[in-house]
């Protein structure tokens, strides 16, 4: 049984950073597309920025590029998501999501619906 457990929000001012974390264990990720997706009140979920985890290629959102940064750790099976120069529109609910590889081939790794387990989600509050 695959599990991801998210942690590191919190309230952080405009210009601010956080890091989360992606805490994986439950299967070998090495053939996997590990993905952030925000969701804010009233909103559908939002792509943010996947990796390839065997490889570590990766891809952002136009939102979030050059500000943000994906990464993983393999001897930890952990995912990372540093977040600099925070904006209030970063507000959020930040989940990370564990889905086949071919969905990254294949240019899918914007669709949740893609993904097939998913974290309970981390709250991200920027104030202005």
């Known amino acids: 049984q695959v599990q991801l457990v998210e942690s590191g929000g919190g309230l952080v001012q405009a210009g601010g950073s956080l890091r989360l974390s992606c805490a994986a264990s439950?299967?070998?990720?090495?053939?996997?597309?590990m993905g952030w997706f925000r969701q804010a009140p009233g909103k559908e979920r939002e792509f943010v920025a996947a990796?390839?985890?065997?490889?570590?290629?990766?891809v952002y959102a136009d939102s979030v590029k050059g500000r943000f940064t994906i990464s993983r750790d393999n001897a930890k099976t952990t995912m990372y998501l540093q977040m600099n120069s925070l904006k209030p529109e970063d507000t959020a609910v930040y989940y990370c999501?564990?889905?086949?590889?071919?969905?990254?081939?294949?240019?899918?790794?914007?669709?949740?619906?893609?993904?097939?387990?998913w974290g309970q989600g981390t709250q991200v509050t920027v104030s202005s």
């Open positions: 999501a564990a889905g086949p590889i071919n969905i990254y081939y294949s240019g899918r790794y914007y669709d949740p619906r893609r993904y097939d387990y």
């Open positions: 990796v390839r985890w065997s490889g570590g290629t990766t």
């Open positions: 439950g299967r070998t990720f090495s053939s996997y597309t």
